[in-house]
Structure formats: structure tokens, C-alpha cells
């Protein structure tokens, strides 16, 4: 569990939906990973046949390493002392998607990716 | 003999205290958050290889086939 362990009150919540790897989070939680892919094509008649090109596999963007912040400086962390509570009134949300994370409360490392796409061919003449 | 760090953070956590929330949305890889956290890594790609690009202001929907709309 993360150092600083802290209540959390919340008087109301109104959340209408939590939707593609999101995550509402209500009190503390030690790390947090969400991935969302997707590819959303939408084709007509494609012009260019390229065999089976609805894979992840066929596109780079779902391959591509996520990039790293390396600072290379250590920071020694100390939490100074016991940390009061946390009190929210009314929290009002009415949409989380794609790796959405919502935390009322602490929490460990928290790394989320979303990658997409969206192919959309349209078969009319004027259109390529 | 342990070497400390060159950098020392010491996190001296006030009460968090919140009325109200209202938000629309929250989405691609954001976060909402209210309390202590250590590291955040949000990443969002969004990529639409350019035969897919519709030239002009509006995207037009196909027109249905003739006997499609008598059936």
C-alpha cells in the first residue's frame, strides 16, 4: 500500500458511465494500469484490397514503445506525517471512456494508453 | 554504508476538502484524481492513415442502392 493511506468521505456520486478500460475509483489503491486499443474502420467498398488489414498487428501505431521520462536523478520520498481525511460533497460525472481513470483517494504509479486509428474509406468516385 | 539520495521530497499532506464536482467527460487517457498519488504515465495515440481522408467540409454518407429503399 502507498504511504500516505488516507480516509475518503464522499457525500453523493452521480456517475453515468464508466465505459472502454475506465476505471472509478473510490479509496486508496496500490498501482493502476488501463489499456485501450481499438481500430474503427467504417468502409464502403475499399478501392485498395491489402488482404486482412483489420489486425493490430498490421499497423504500427499499435506496436509503437511508449516513451520514458528518464531524469536519472534518485528523490528519497518521506510523507511527513499521518495524512488527514479526505471529504468530497457531491461528485457529478457523466461520462468516462477510453482509460479513464476517476480516484477519489491515494494511489500508486498510474500509467494508462489509449491508441485508435479509425480507418474510413468512401467508395464514391469524386472521393478517394 | 548506504548512501542516501541527492534529493530528498518530504510530502507534508494538508486536509482535502471538496463541495462539489460537476464534469462532462473524461476520456483518451485522462485522469480525475482528488488525493496523493506518485507517478502518472498517460499516453494517447490517435492515427488515421491518410487514404481515409475525405476532402471537402463534410463527410458524406453513401447513398443506398434504389432497391434497397422499395423493400
Known amino acids: 500500500m502507498p504511504k500516505g493511506q488516507r480516509t475518503t468521505r464522499i457525500v453523493s456520486i452521480a456517475l453515468n458511465t464508466v465505459g472502454s478500460s475506465s476505471v472509478a475509483q473510490f479509496g486508496d489503491n496500490n498501482a493502476t494500469n488501463l489499456k485501450s486499443r481499438a481500430i474503427a474502420v467504417q468502409r464502403a467498398v475499399a478501392n485498395n484490397d491489402e488482404g486482412d488489414d483489420v489486425r493490430f498487428a498490421s499497423y504500427g501505431l499499435f506496436t509503437r ?3 520514458q521520462l528518464h531524469t536519472g536523478i534518485t528523490v528519497g520520498t518521506r510523507i511527513d506525517r499521518p495524512s488527514p481525511d479526505i471529504e468530497i460533497g457531491c461528485i457529478d460525472v457523466t461520462a468516462l471512456s477510453s482509460s479513464a481513470l476517476l480516484r477519489a483517494g491515494c494511489g500508486g504509479p498510474l500509467t494508462a494508453q489509449t491508441r485508435v486509428l479509425h480507418i474510413r474509406h468512401f467508395n464514391n468516385p469524386g472521393i478517394r | 554504508m548506504m548512501i542516501p539520495p541527492p534529493y530528498s521530497l518530504t510530502v507534508a499532506n494538508g486536509p482535502i476538502k471538496v463541495g462539489s464536482i460537476r ?5 483518451s487517457s485522462a485522469s480525475m484524481l482528488l488525493g496523493d498519488t506518485e507517478s502518472i504515465r ?5 492515427d488515421t492513415p491518410p487514404e481515409s481522408v475525405i476532402v471537402g467540409p463534410l463527410a458524406p454518407l453513401p447513398s443506398l442502392p434504389e432497391e434497397d429503399t422499395n423493400a
Request: charged share 0%; no cysteine; net charge neutral.
Open chain 2, 42 to 46: 498517460l499516453y494517447s495515440f490517435f
Open chain 2, 23 to 27: 464534469i462532462l467527460g473524461i476520456s
Open chain 1, 65 to 67: 514503445p511508449l516513451l
